[in-house]
């Protein structure tokens, strides 16, 4: 890719983003049935949630990748990139939702299922990243990782069997998840939208300047000259 | 000549013996989990007293911990299986020895037996002690045999990964953890329907579920764990 | 005993920054002994390791061939026969137990522990974990030589090794090449070896 085409990438994207920010705040109209100008909170929560979603699933892929697809290590480091970025857009959507929930529900934290999918996915990023850095030797680490990134897709499906327990002993009636409504005014679905997918793209363009580094990292330890 | 099969069955069956042999020989393992089961169940005990006479904490709050005691035994003895053998080199000579879904059945069936055993010692134990009162005793042996195994199938998964790591025990927790609160929660749910005398509902079959999944995932996964 | 070759080709491995193993090339026939010398640090017991199928190396190819065909890893850790100075066994059990437990799991008929304890002059009923490292040694070529491997890889084998114990590793590995097996065999130090060898040096 020519440094001007990605130039233009970059400035493209810079666009969007400052596209979406204006639409979140000036093009859509926040939706009355939520407190003050807060549902505006959810046209960047929403995609950040999903970002890290995209991410969880894109290590597990990639590690399955590597481990059945020839041991190649630009696997392995595509993997960890994802979950390294997916931490960022995790930990950013976990705190836009809490602040949201306080407003709306008056608490921070709920166990709503939603919340609960946020924790799940963070706590099994924070062992990858700590198993992986337990690990020097690059082979291992990649081949012990990837097999945590896949013991982790299997299980977290069981997270949804548990969410009902956790909501019924401390709440009795479960927290309504409102941001279906979302869906219905066209201003709001478009920017919603518009926003997901800047985000996604973003994601995988951090991710691939993450991945980048690692490879010339790398490729310098393989051969200092 | 014996059949592939019958030599891979008795490849499983003499790692399990193996395993149990050095263990009571040594009985390293075990002298860690029963004494972590016991120091925590005296702690429970004389921080809640016989708190089954309350009726609320019976349901609510008691099924909880003794899940809770399982769980840290399981995490005291269970990963041995696997750290052991890193540690004192002796997997070297498994790994050029031994079928690796062979070893991985063997150690598996080493670590139910091990955590089954503790649960017969335990449970009665936090029965009397806590005079916790059981209204469907076949349900709650469900649950304990159920959630066992899966808190064996997990720990000794886990513990093969950890053990490829550095700081293996602390690993093990912090890998552990994400993998097996499921498991815990519903074992949870079902020693508490035991308990109060609910039906099983869904959560026993979820359970399975659970030990199912993790089995299969073991044995597809184990041997990219044990070999390069 | 069958056909076999073992030959491998730029092996490479580094362990976080450390090149452990710069690129090495060799080849071994049957009844030829491959002697891999070099100092300390200059990758003898990690090619040896590679080959053995416990590291994947980071280049290079390796193939081992037996009637013909060529083995996968997963093969080659299961017909190899291996020593290396850490290679340890059960201290809880008996040099015999041990044994029969390693028989067990390969298939083997028990008689063929107790066979290969005999040969090498190894009592029985000693822990393992009370055996002196001479000892040990015997008990490590006895393991090595369980399932009759045609390849045997072979890291510092005569280490810890008295006058006896030498002469009988020795007539062993004699045996083996006399039949039809092969052997590279690593040493910090030149090692004569009776039979055809070749050498390699890795250097540093």
Not at chain 3, 93 to 106: Q, V
Request: contains cysteine; neutral net charge; hydrophobic residues 55%.
């Amino acid at each position: 890719m020519t440094r001007t085409i990605s130039l233009g990438l970059r400035f493209g994207l810079w666009l969007v983003m400052a596209g979406c920010i204006w639409g979140a705040f000036f093009y859509a109209w926040s939706d009355p049935a939520f407190i003050g100008q807060s549902s505006r909170i959810l046209f960047f929560h929403v995609p950040m949630a999903w970002t890290s979603f995209v991410a969880y699933f894109a290590a597990a892929v990639w590690s399955a990748r590597y481990l059945w697809g020839g041991r190649r290590m630009r696997h392995d480091r595509a993997a960890a990139a994802a979950v390294e970025c997916g931490v960022l857009f995790g930990v950013l959507a976990t705190i836009t939702g809490s602040l949201w929930a306080r407003i709306e529900w008056g608490a921070y934290w709920n166990w709503d299922p939603r919340q609960t999918s946020i924790v799940v996915v963070l706590l099994f990023y924070g062992a990858y990243l700590a198993l992986r850095s337990a690990m020097a030797d690059r082979e291992i680490r990649a081949r012990i990782s990837s097999v945590y990134a896949l013991i982790a897709l299997v299980v977290t499906p069981f997270f949804y069997f548990i969410v009902p327990r956790i909501t019924e002993s401390l709440h009795p009636e479960p927290v309504i998840n409102a941001e279906r409504k979302l869906d219905v005014d066209p201003r709001m679905f478009q920017v919603l939208i518009a926003s997901a997918l800047t985000y996604t793209v973003l994601f995988f363009w951090m991710h691939n300047l993450r991945a980048r580094s690692q490879a010339l990292v790398d490729a310098t330890l393989d051969d200092p000259s | 000549m014996p059949s592939p099969a019958s030599i891979w069955v008795a490849s499983a069956r003499a790692v399990f013996t193996k395993d149990w042999r050095c263990e009571l020989r040594s009985r390293y393992a075990l002298n860690a989990i029963a004494l972590f089961a016991v120091t925590t169940l005296v702690v429970t005990s004389a921080a809640l007293g016989p708190a089954g006479t309350n009726k609320t904490l019976a349901i609510n709050v008691l099924p909880a911990m003794l899940w809770l005691i399982l769980l840290f035994a399981a995490a005291a003895g269970l990963p041995r299986a696997f750290v052991h053998e890193e540690e004192s080199h002796t997997a070297i000579a498994l790994r050029l020895a031994a079928p690796p879904s062979a070893l991985f059945v063997g150690k598996l069936a080493f670590g139910v037996s091990l955590l089954l055993g503790i649960e017969a010692l335990v449970a009665p134990l936090y029965l009397a002690v806590m005079s916790l009162e059981v209204a469907s005793p076949g349900q709650l042996v469900i649950a304990l045999v159920a959630g066992g195994y899966g808190l064996a199938v997990g720990s000794v998964l886990i513990a093969a990964l950890a053990s490829q790591a550095r700081g293996r025990s602390t690993l093990f927790s912090v890998l552990a953890f994400p993998v097996l609160m499921p498991l815990l929660l519903i074992a949870i749910e079902l020693t508490r329907n035991a308990v109060a005398g609910d039906p099983a509902g869904v959560a026993l079959p979820q359970l399975l579920l659970y030990d199912g999944s993790v089995t299969i995932a073991g044995l597809m996964l184990f041997p990219a764990v044990w070999n390069p | 005993m069958g056909s076999v070759s073992l030959s491998f080709d730029g092996v490479r491995r580094r362990f976080g920054r450390v090149r452990a193993l710069e690129p090495a090339s060799g080849w071994v026939l049957a009844g030829e002994t491959l002697v891999v010398t070099g100092a300390n640090g200059s990758g003898k017991s990690t090619l040896l390791r590679c080959l053995a199928g416990l590291l994947a190396p980071d280049a290079g190819t390796i193939e081992h061939v037996e009637d013909g065909a060529a083995l996968s890893p997963a093969e080659r850790r299961a017909r190899i026969g291996f020593v290396a100075p850490d290679l340890a066994f059960y201290d809880e059990l008996s040099a015999g137990e041990n044994l029969e437990f390693f028989a067990r799991l390969r298939g083997l008929p028990v008689a063929r522990a107790e066979e290969l304890l005999d040969r090498v002059g190894l009592p029985a009923d000693r822990e393992a974990g009370a055996l002196s490292s001479g000892m040990r040694q015997r008990l490590r070529w006895a393991w090595a030589l369980l399932a009759r491997p045609r390849a045997l890889l072979l890291d510092e084998p005569f280490q810890n090794l008295d006058v006896e114990g030498e002469n009988t590793v020795r007539s062993l590995l004699g045996e083996h090449l006399a039949s039809g097996g092969l052997a590279v065999l690593a040493s910090p130090v030149t090692l004569e070896v009776a039979g055809a060898v070749s050498r390699l040096d890795l250097g540093r």
